[in-house]
């Protein structure tokens, strides 16, 4: 959403499983249409972003040490 890349992704689930998929102008759509909810969806991605970029930091600092 936030940089334009092209994504893919493997999932493999262990039990029966609904998987969802926005699209960038979904999105978009849901800016226009319900913007409290689109900031929502903005924050908690921010959120999961930061949290793995935190595990991606003490993964790293632990192979340094």
Do not use: C, Q, W
């Given at each position: 959403f936030y940089d334009k890349g092209v994504r893919s992704a493997t999932l493999v689930a262990d039990i029966d499983?609904?998987?969802?998929v926005i699209s960038g102008g979904a999105l978009a759509r849901m800016g226009e249409t319900d913007?409290?909810?689109?900031?929502?969806?903005?924050?908690v991605a921010g959120r999961?972003?930061?949290?793995?970029?935190?595990?991606m930091n003490d993964a790293v600092r632990a192979l340094l040490s």
């Amino acid at each position: 959403f936030y940089d334009k890349g092209v994504r893919s992704a493997t999932l493999v689930a262990d039990i029966d499983s609904r998987v969802g998929v926005i699209s960038g102008g979904a999105l978009a759509r849901m800016g226009e249409t319900d913007p409290k909810v689109a900031a929502l969806f903005h924050i908690v991605a921010g959120r999961l972003m930061a949290h793995r970029i935190l595990s991606m930091n003490d993964a790293v600092r632990a192979l340094l040490s």
